[in-house]
């Protein structure tokens, strides 16, 4: 029987390649999104993936997106936690809502869409959870002390839950990206873009299927015994 995918965030950027990458491997995909209408319409229409609008820091809107796409779809045997939002500021400057809309968003929001899927992934003995993290999670950020904090946050939950249901065939993981060439990284000033690369052993920003391919083969069959770990694909600029 084909496994079921939900990815958050998963109509633009990485979770965009995420989706596409389950998809051309056989999964039935469903993606979330939060806000962007037209892209999620436009996305639906190139790829024929069913997108999902709610807000993954809700949890009452998560509980019910998820019970909305198991009742329409399937149970969802794989969770890619995706979505993710920066408001940055320097900590004497940061106001509190720039705070808790990261930490709700980036943080809060593993626990919101992972516990809704925990009970059926443990009654069925199988279950894939992918986390997604980030370079500044691992070495910070000046500026991010909200974001920094939060992904950072996601490998504790990641190393927790993956002990509390390894012997229910369920794995937790994280990936930590690096600078990614997505829209948001091209929005970055061209004389930024070419310190931020500068410091990339590689010498280049990653790509969006680079992140996606890892995570395919943490959501397939021969993974099982890959749980709480957390791979970082950064080209060498933080060694963790």
């Known amino acids: 029987m084909t496994k079921t995918a939900l990815v958050t965030g998963g109509t633009r950027g990485i979770g ?8 051309d491997a056989g999964y039935t995909v469903v993606a979330n999104y939060a806000g962007n209408e037209e892209a999620a319409k436009a996305f ?19 509980a019910a997106g998820i019970a909305k796409v198991e009742a329409e779809v399937a149970p969802i045997d794989i969770l890619i936690n995706n979505a993710g939002i920066t408001r940055d500021g ?8 720039q705070w808790a809309a990261v930490i709700e968003t980036n943080l809060s929001s593993l626990f919101y869409m992972t516990k809704p899927v925990l009970e059926g992934m443990r009654a069925r003995g199988y279950g894939r959870v992918v986390n997604i993290s980030s370079i500044n999670g691992q070495a910070g950020q000046l500026g991010q002390t909200n974001y920094s904090a939060a992904k950072a946050g996601v490998h504790g939950f990641t190393k927790a839950l993956a002990q509390e249901v ?10 930590a990206p690096g600078y990614i060439n997505t829209d948001m990284v091209a929005a970055v000033p061209e004389k930024v873009l070419e310190g931020i690369i ?3 052993p ?7 299927d680079e992140i996606a391919q890892a995570i395919l083969y943490l959501c397939g069959p021969n993974s099982g015994f890959i749980t709480g770990s957390c791979l970082s694909i950064n080209g060498g600029q933080h060694m963790f």
């Open 90 to 97: 320097f900590m004497h400057k940061m106001e509190t809502e």
């Open 166 to 175: 390894a012997r229910k065939g369920i794995t937790v993981n994280t990936i």
């Open 198 to 200: 500068a410091k990339i």
């Open 16 to 23: 965009k390649a995420i989706s596409l990458s389950l998809r």
């Open 44 to 62: 639906t229409d190139e790829t024929g993936i069913a997108a999902y609008k709610w807000s993954v820091a809700d949890p009452d809107g998560c």
């Open 202 to 208: 590689v010498g280049r920003l990653g790509e969006a």
